[in-house]
């Protein structure tokens, strides 16, 4: 079924230190994420736990990290203030038999179309993210429950924390490799305020981590064609979001590891971590690009890691919260800064001025898109006008070339895609009234892409029978004979082929 990756002692101990590391930083994440969706900590709590163990353990990126996301949380805030959280549990259970579903058509594949400067955008667009979601824990709550910013000392002493980290994680792997950085940091940090009673924010003031084991329990909703109607949308928005911020997630951490995941595996993994969440009091979640840097910079790489991460977090959960809460959040704040100067791809600036300007574009675009909306909006919009850009650029390449054989056909060759970009230049390139009676379109180098080209070619060929002139299309290639003979009646034109070919017939598409 699956395996932990993991045939040496060392390995096994860098893979459980690593998701020591990053289930401290999955306490804060799933707390607010919890508070963003208006349900109870608790609730992220078991997500992040429950989705962090199944898609660890089924899904297809080993080393990758999964939990509760602000990406979906944000999706889930109206169902939960409407209809109550029962109904968003159901909603995440038919979440996750969508994107079993997916993976189940292979559907993971597609994420391939998505193009590098999209890639580019969605990276440092979610580093911009993390970074500016760190600046809530730099405000301080006051007896009426209200929050203000921090300032004088509690503000220096929290900043001084928080280089510390940095410095720390920065440092410690030029000393030693032997144990992660990250956790090191957090450790030194929580003894020296610990130690000189620093009166400084702790995980402790977000909210109590304590709770029991999670409970299995079917929804308590109608099961009826109106619950359907309320979930439904909701549910495919989140395994959209879902399974878009994972297989992005997956593709980043293939580029970093040199290796490659699986993505219709990852489709199923989530589906199943999120199905069975959906039935244990969870939220729900996705793959976390910062806490999947943090395993992957603290030494990460096969399953160990993320289900050591989930076991973690339970055992804070029943057993240790009350030594998690009095953790500084200016450690973990650190932890996350470094992941943000991690996951940034800084070169995007040095070669923003030597790619296309319509890359350049969309790289700015998605970024941008991903920090004003959420990361599926983002993405969808830069495939969009990427497609854009690339059928407009194609569209300005159809040409031809125009000359007369020995028999005194006209031979027009075409260079370029016939598609439902170009069709207008298509027509624009020939002249039935001026031509000879029997004229011949070169497709050796084109092709016919889609309806729009075979419309193109049946309205040129009325043109020419209308003028009492013959219209011949020669060497298509098999797809696109194949397209044409689909077509049936709509196309009404002569397909030749050159002798040299040793077809035995024309055939009239």
């Given at each position: 079924?699956?395996?932990?990756?993991?045939?040496?002692?060392?390995?096994?101990?860098?893979?459980?230190?690593?998701?020591?590391?990053?289930?401290?930083?999955?306490?804060?994440?799933?707390v607010?994420?919890?508070?963003?969706?208006?349900?109870?900590?608790?609730?992220?709590?078991?997500?992040?736990?429950?989705?962090?163990?199944?898609?660890?353990s089924?899904?297809?990126?080993?080393?990758?990290?999964s939990?509760?996301?602000?990406?979906?949380?944000?999706?889930?805030?109206?169902?939960?203030?409407?209809?109550?959280?029962?109904?968003?549990?159901?909603?995440?259970?038919l979440?996750?038999?969508?994107?079993?579903?997916?993976?189940?058509?292979?559907?993971?594949?597609?994420?391939?179309?998505?193009?590098?400067?999209?890639?580019?955008?969605?990276?440092?667009?979610?580093?911009?993210?993390?970074?500016?979601?760190?600046?809530?824990?730099?405000?301080?709550?006051?007896p009426?429950?209200?929050?203000?910013?921090?300032?004088?000392?509690?503000?220096?002493?929290?900043?001084?924390?928080?280089?510390?980290?940095?410095?720390?994680i920065?440092?410690?792997?030029?000393?030693?490799?032997?144990?992660?950085?990250?956790?090191?940091?957090?450790?030194?940090?929580?003894?020296l305020?610990?130690?000189?009673?620093?009166?400084?924010?702790?995980?402790?003031?977000?909210?109590?981590?304590?709770?029991g084991?999670?409970?299995?329990?079917?929804?308590?909703?109608?099961?009826?064609?109106?619950?359907?109607?309320?979930?439904?949308?909701?549910?495919v928005?989140?395994?959209a979001?879902?399974?878009?911020?994972s297989?992005?997630?997956?593709?980043?951490?293939?580029?970093?590891?040199?290796?490659?995941?699986?993505?219709?595996?990852?489709?199923?993994?989530q589906?199943?971590?999120?199905?069975?969440?959906?039935?244990?009091?969870?939220?729900?979640g996705?793959?976390?690009?910062?806490?999947?840097?943090i395993?992957?910079?603290?030494?990460?790489?096969?399953r160990?890691?993320?289900?050591?991460?989930?076991?973690?977090?339970?055992?804070?959960?029943?057993?240790?919260?009350?030594?998690?809460?009095?953790?500084?959040?200016?450690?973990?704040?650190?932890?996350?800064f470094?992941?943000?100067l991690?996951?940034f791809?800084?070169?995007?600036?040095?070669?923003?001025?030597?790619?296309?300007?319509?890359?350049?574009?969309v790289?700015?675009?998605?970024?941008?898109?991903?920090?004003?909306t959420d990361?599926?909006?983002?993405?969808?919009?830069?495939?969009?006008?990427?497609?854009?850009?690339?059928?407009?650029?194609?569209?300005?390449?159809?040409?031809?070339?125009?000359?007369?054989?020995?028999?005194?056909?006209?031979?027009?060759?075409?260079?370029?895609?016939?598609?439902?970009?170009?069709?207008?230049?298509?027509?624009?390139?020939?002249?039935?009234?001026?031509?000879?009676?029997?004229?011949?379109?070169?497709?050796?180098?084109?092709?016919?892409?889609?309806?729009?080209?075979?419309?193109?070619?049946?309205?040129?060929?009325?043109?020419?029978?209308?003028?009492?002139?013959?219209?011949?299309?020669?060497?298509?290639?098999?797809?696109?004979?194949?397209?044409?003979?689909?077509?049936?009646d709509?196309?009404?034109?002569?397909?030749?082929?050159?002798?040299?070919?040793?077809?035995?017939?024309?055939?009239?598409a």
């Amino acid at each position: 079924m699956f395996n932990l990756g993991c045939a040496s002692r060392v390995c096994f101990k860098n893979e459980i230190l690593s998701g020591l590391t990053v289930a401290l930083a999955l306490v804060p994440e799933a707390v607010a994420f919890a508070f963003v969706a208006g349900v109870d900590p608790l609730v992220g709590l078991y997500a992040a736990f429950m989705v962090g163990l199944l898609a660890a353990s089924f899904g297809g990126r080993p080393g990758m990290i999964s939990g509760a996301t602000g990406a979906m949380a944000v999706v889930m805030v109206s169902l939960v203030a409407e209809h109550g959280v029962e109904y968003l549990f159901a909603a995440v259970v038919l979440t996750g038999l969508i994107q079993i579903g997916a993976g189940l058509l292979r559907l993971g594949k597609y994420i391939r179309i998505v193009p590098y400067p999209v890639m580019l955008g969605f990276v440092n667009g979610l580093a911009i993210v993390i970074f500016l979601a760190q600046f809530q824990n730099f405000q301080v709550s006051l007896p009426d429950g209200s929050k203000e910013w921090m300032s004088g000392s509690a503000l220096w002493i929290f900043l001084g924390l928080i280089i510390l980290t940095m410095l720390i994680i920065h440092y410690l792997p030029k000393i030693t490799g032997a144990f992660p950085a990250s956790l090191a940091a957090i450790i030194v940090v929580s003894l020296l305020v610990i130690g000189f009673d620093v009166n400084t924010n702790t995980v402790g003031d977000l909210a109590s981590i304590e709770g029991g084991l999670p409970v299995f329990s079917i929804p308590s909703v109608p099961f009826n064609l109106e619950t359907l109607s309320i979930i439904l949308p909701y549910a495919v928005i989140l395994a959209a979001v879902g399974l878009i911020e994972s297989l992005l997630t997956l593709s980043l951490i293939d580029d970093v590891t040199n290796t490659r995941g699986r993505g219709n595996r990852e489709c199923i993994g989530q589906g199943v971590a999120n199905t069975v969440t959906g039935f244990f009091g969870g939220m729900g979640g996705c793959a976390m690009i910062g806490q999947s840097m943090i395993n992957i910079n603290s030494g990460g790489r096969q399953r160990l890691s993320g289900i050591s991460a989930a076991l973690f977090l339970l055992a804070f959960i029943l057993f240790a919260s009350s030594l998690i809460e009095k953790i500084p959040m200016a450690a973990l704040v650190g932890v996350m800064f470094i992941v943000v100067l991690a996951t940034f791809e800084w070169s995007s600036l040095r070669i923003i001025g030597k790619i296309p300007r319509s890359d350049a574009f969309v790289l700015v675009l998605v970024s941008g898109v991903t920090v004003m909306t959420d990361l599926a909006i983002a993405v969808i919009v830069g495939v969009i006008v990427s497609a854009l850009v690339f059928a407009w650029e194609h569209a300005r390449h159809i040409n031809v070339k125009g000359y007369d054989d020995e028999n005194g056909s006209r031979i027009y060759e075409l260079n370029g895609p016939l598609f439902f970009g170009s069709v207008k230049s298509f027509l624009e390139l020939f002249n039935p009234d001026q031509d000879p009676d029997d004229v011949i379109i070169e497709f050796q180098n084109s092709r016919v892409a889609d309806h729009s080209a075979i419309e193109a070619i049946d309205n040129l060929a009325e043109k020419y029978i209308k003028a009492g002139k013959t219209l011949h299309l020669r060497h298509l290639s098999t797809e696109c004979r194949a397209l044409l003979k689909k077509a049936g009646d709509l196309v009404e034109v002569n397909v030749m082929e050159d002798p040299r070919y040793h077809v035995a017939d024309d055939q009239l598409a």
